[in-house]
């Protein structure tokens, strides 16, 4: 069986099982079921049933699970109600003084609980026997499978083999001959042939028309590139070879339809016609997979490829040909191994191709150097006669590139829709959406994997029920559906609440006299608390008991409370600042050292611009508890002070005028300009002038050209700026006074 057939076979005994739990009866038919366990008791014990029958044993003690199960769950809420009457009459009092009507009560909710259990216990111990039975049979079947692996056959270098597999080919040829040959010599074969003559003609050309059709749909790619934009033209070249795909297996479908309808006897050719299709599907995908994975190398990869899907299909279909040919077992070794050298050569060839002309990660070219060793090793297992094992590793592998492929052409396909949704977006780094998407295609690709190498249907059927029925945490089981609600909820509020936002921040806000930073405090906390509600809504919706988790909160609080001060205190120190907003975004702030805007007030940090365009993120604890100048708090009116030196023997009263001159002209001014006589200082007498600005975010600006028309009016007027003199004084200069030589 195919890895397709295996996945399509787990997909309907899962569906099998949920429409057989959902149907299930509440009461078992016991005595139907001690006839199959004690047959199954008996094939066990006998060990002589084929693998196939003992599927269909397994199968049938499946479908039994379902039943036990729901015999079990049926009474579960009579029982919760009965437990919580019982509950409610209280204890049996130590000293047996219980009323005698409380007494009876307890009596008859204690008896028609018992008798509610019985059928739950009978179903649970039958469950546990039916568990035990499938674990035989899995046990058997897998001791099966493992000697077939290391089951040593007969080498296929023996030269009596090569004999007799060359007589065997000669007759087998003869024989397809004899069929070919008798549809042109055997009378009543023409009359077949004459008789579906129409419907032949008829798939011929449906195989021309998809052939036509697939021509047509590739040009017209052209002119969809034309009329599309530039980041579309990579997606559109993806649809349109995938359709071409289509077509062209559809042709080939139809072709081998039109071959089938020519009256060749025997299952052989069933057999062929089936093989021929499923070759079909693989030399298709292989082309298309080709094209659109390969920019150099094309050629010689697909040769290889090609070869190593006829090995895959004629393995697949080769024990089956071998028992109606009747081939001798020498003649079953030769063609095995021939089959198994081929796939083994194409595998490392293959390999080795990939490695050169595919671009893939470190994880693709891992894989691939494992192809090659597990070629090498699948050859040489081959020689000495373990054909089971080197089977089981060469064609697996294969197949597992054929995946490995088709993960790859898919995620080529989300990629280039991606880049067509988003031209304006870099393509360099993946975002982080194609990676999720990558991750869930990996994910469900996982059972194909295990499929291929060799997993049961059955086993992953088991699997699949095993995650239905949950994960117990606590007194609470949580199942995939609580999952998917609990996402789902969380989902749904958390859009409700950036939706809540977006409104408050474009609709309602801007209409009030709040200012920015009232805003922004309204719409985080808006976003916090709706948030923490969608938490809250969807692990109660969900089946969470809260109370239970009431001591892992209390230790959790505990190691917050030693190891995780700082967070909480910043944490808390957030919420401080949006709602008592001692500082707001846009604010022109001073803490410690640091000046800038802020840019950003989260519930951890604040986000502080400086003025040479860095980043500064500071602890929301340090805004709350140290010491913060806020420029812009309220307003932006704000003082400049602007220190000027005058020397010594300059008129101070014209000095002053002339200060006050420059001040009055200066524009945007609040108040009144002022000009101070500071006092003298060492070197200079010091005035002052300060202007009370109506932005202090022009402090800079105003500043320097104040500074400006100082030095101008002062070189005009005369006035001398000083800058420090200093006189030296040498003590004992005679000490410094060389002496003449004598």
């Not at 055997?186 to 032949?200: E, F, G, H, V, Y």
């Not at 090659?372 to 006669?385: E, H, P, R």
């Not at 996402?487 to 749904?492: H, Q």
């Not at 951890?604 to 709350?624: C, G, K, M, Q, Y």
Request: include cysteine; proline fraction near 4%.
């Amino acid at each position: 069986m195919t890895p397709i057939a295996r996945l399509f076979a787990v997909l309907c005994l899962c569906l099998l099982a949920s429409v057989q739990a959902a149907v299930a009866q509440t009461t078992p038919d016991y005595t139907k079921w001690e006839a199959i366990a004690t047959r199954a008791s008996d094939v066990i014990a006998a060990d002589r049933a084929s693998d196939a029958a003992l599927g269909d044993l397994r199968n049938d003690l499946v479908r039994w699970r379902a039943v036990f199960d729901a015999a079990q769950s049926a009474p579960d809420g009579r029982i919760a109600a009965l437990e919580s009457q019982l509950a409610a009459l209280g204890p049996v009092p130590d000293a047996g003084d219980e009323p005698a009507e409380i007494a009876s009560r307890r009596s008859e909710l204690q008896s028609e609980l018992a008798q509610l259990r019985a059928p739950v216990i009978t179903a649970t111990e039958a469950e546990r026997r039916l568990e035990a039975l499938i674990s035989d049979l899995d046990a058997l079947l897998r001791a099966r499978e493992t000697s077939r692996l290391l089951n040593l056959g007969p080498s296929p270098l023996t030269l009596v083999f090569w004999t007799e597999a060359a007589v065997d080919w000669v007759v087998i040829l003869r024989d397809y001959s004899r069929d070919i040959a008798k549809l042109w010599s055997d009378p009543i074969a023409k009359a077949q042939i004459q008789d579906r003559a129409p419907l032949i003609l008829l798939y011929l050309i449906l195989t021309g028309a998809l052939l036509q059709l697939r021509r047509m749909l590739l040009n017209q790619a052209l002119h969809l590139c034309a009329r599309a934009a530039t980041a579309w033209h990579g997606f559109i070249h993806f649809a349109v070879g995938f359709g071409g795909a289509v077509l062209l297996a559809g042709a080939g479908f139809t072709l081998i339809h039109a071959i089938e309808q020519f009256p060749v006897d025997g299952i052989e050719w069933l057999m062929i016609f089936r093989s021929a299709k499923w070759l079909v599907l693989a030399l298709v995908a292989v082309h298309w997979a080709t094209a659109q994975l390969l920019d150099a190398g094309r050629a010689s990869v697909r040769i290889w490829a090609y070869l190593a899907c006829l090995m895959i299909v004629k393995n697949a279909a080769f024990a089956d040909w071998a028992a109606l040919e009747g081939l001798s077992i020498g003649s079953s070794v030769v063609f095995s191994f021939l089959i198994l050298g081929l796939g083994a050569v194409s595998l490392y060839i293959l390999a080795g191709r990939l490695q050169k002309h595919l671009q893939c990660n470190a994880f693709c070219a891992l894989v691939l150097r494992a192809g090659k060793a597990v070629a090498v090793a699948g050859l040489i297992l081959g020689t000495i006669g373990y054909m089971g094992a080197a089977q089981a590793l060469v064609f697996p592998m294969l197949m597992s590139l054929g995946l490995l492929a088709a993960l790859l052409l898919i995620m080529r396909g989300l990629t280039l829709l991606w880049s067509g949704l988003n031209p304006d977006l870099e393509t360099a780094d993946k975002p982080l959406t194609l990676v999720m998407l990558g991750a869930g295609v990996a994910i469900a690709s996982a059972p194909v994997f295990a499929l291929i190498w060799g997993a049961r249907s059955t086993d992953l059927a088991d699997l699949w029920m095993q995650f239905q029925d949950g994960v117990p945490i606590g007194n609470s089981r949580f199942t995939p559906m609580d999952f998917l609600v609990f996402v789902v909820i969380f989902v749904l509020g958390y859009t409700l609440t950036r939706g809540l936002q977006a409104g408050l921040r474009g609709s309602v806000l801007p209409k009030t006299r709040l200012d920015n930073g009232a805003q922004n405090a309204i719409v985080a906390g808006v976003g916090y608390v709706g948030i923490f509600l969608a938490a809250v809504i969807a692990i109660s919706t969900a089946g969470v008991d809260l109370s239970s988790l009431a001591i892992v909160a209390g230790a959790l609080s505990v190691g917050i409370g030693f190891g995780l001060q700082n967070i909480v205190s910043n944490f808390v120190s957030g919420i401080i600042l949006l709602i008592e907003r001692p500082i707001s975004q846009g604010d022109w702030i001073e803490v410690g050292g640091v000046m800038g805007t802020v840019r950003d007030i989260s519930v951890r940090s604040t986000r502080v611009e400086t003025f040479d365009r860095t980043d500064v993120i500071i602890p929301n604890a340090d805004l709350v508890s140290g010491v913060v100048t806020n420029w812009t708090r309220g307003n932006t009116l704000g003082r400049v002070i602007i220190p000027v030196g005058v020397a010594y023997g300059n008129d101070t009263r014209r000095v002053m005028a002339v200060l006050e001159e420059i001040a009055a002209l200066q524009p945007n001014l609040a108040a009144p300009a002022g000009v101070v006589f500071q006092g003298f200082g060492a070197d200079s007498m010091d005035f002052e002038i300060r202007l009370v600005l109506q932005d202090v975010n022009t402090m800079m600006a105003v500043k320097t050209e104040v500074n400006h028309q100082i030095a101008e009016r002062f070189t005009a007027e005369g006035i001398e700026i000083p800058f420090a003199q200093r006189d030296i004084w040498i003590r004992n200069p005679e000490a410094l006074q060389v002496k003449a030589p004598e």
